[in-house]
């Protein structure tokens, strides 16, 4: 028996998957269910960034989860954004035999442009706390602007184009995956050892990280037993960043 259980919703079009998988969380929606559209038209990522998505060119979708909370705590649903991450690594190299880059802590890179974006968000139910995860894949070169340089697409990388339906479905599967693996003894740890091991954005990484009121550079160290990106500064401080924007730097560039 798998260790959840997806229920699909399909939409032609919404503003946004996450703000419809929130919806219908409110309304008592059962782990597992999902929440597909062909486009969205108010699409977000992290920060409130616009997320494009016209219609078709990519997979928009939304998962609602609510983990058992004696094995993971509200202060770790952060954890859950690790192994979604994952989990589109391990469905890419599956599904379409592409290696992929994971950046810190949710973007799926290809040749040091993104290809996958992922936000999570949390929600108090009447049924209790639940997550939200969003996943937006650049199926073609439509879903992003041609000016756009840092952005890639399936297409862009395979030369192929995949059909949606293939793609979700290896994507849940590769989540479930992942997910069961985080509610196991040790699931965090390990996780987390995975994510490392998947992104060169772990360790040794020269990065510049933005906050809200400050830019500094390092190099990544690891992470700690709670996600955060351990980053030691050029005056050989170490910083935790937890949110932020981390981009991948040449030190050179700096001077």
């Known amino acids: ?4 259980n997806f229920i699909i919703l399909t939409h032609d079009s ?5 703000t419809e998988a929130m919806e219908q969380a409110r309304r008592g929606a059962k782990e597992g269910t999902t929440v597909i559209a062909r486009e969205q038209t108010a699409g977000r990522g992290r920060l409130g960034r616009v997320w494009r998505s016209p219609p078709g060119a990519g997979l928009y979708m939304s998962l609602v ?3 058992r909370i004696a094995y993971i705590a509200r202060a770790d649903f952060p954890m859950l954004v690790f192994a979604a991450a ?4 391990d469905a890419l190299r599956a599904a ?14 290809y040749d040091g442009r993104k290809l996958c974006g992922i936000l999570g968000e949390t929600i108090d139910t009447p049924q209790g706390t639940a997550a939200i995860i969003g996943i937006g894949i650049n199926l073609t070169n439509e879903a992003f602007a041609p000016d756009l340089p840092h952005a890639t697409s399936l297409e862009a990388a395979t030369g192929k184009r995949f059909d949606a339906k293939l793609i979700m479905r290896a994507v849940l599967d590769a989540f479930a995956v992942r997910y069961e693996v985080l509610h196991k003894v040790n699931g965090i740890q390990n996780t987390l050892a995975a994510w490392s091991a998947a992104s060169s954005f772990a360790n040794d990484k020269p990065v510049r990280i933005t906050l809200d009121n400050e830019i500094f550079v390092g190099t990544t160290r690891g992470l700690e037993s709670d996600g955060a990106l351990r980053v030691e500064t050029l005056e050989g401080h170490l910083r935790l960043v937890r949110a932020g924007d981390v981009t991948a730097v040449r030190f050179d560039d700096e001077e």
Request: aromatic letters at 6%.
């Open 1 to 4: 028996m798998s260790f959840i």
């Open 14 to 18: 919404l503003p946004s998957t996450n």
């Open 65 to 67: 989860l609510r983990p």
């Open 86 to 89: 994952l989990g589109v690594h």
């Open 96 to 109: 379409c035999a592409l290696s992929t880059d994971i950046k810190y802590p949710n973007d799926l890179l």
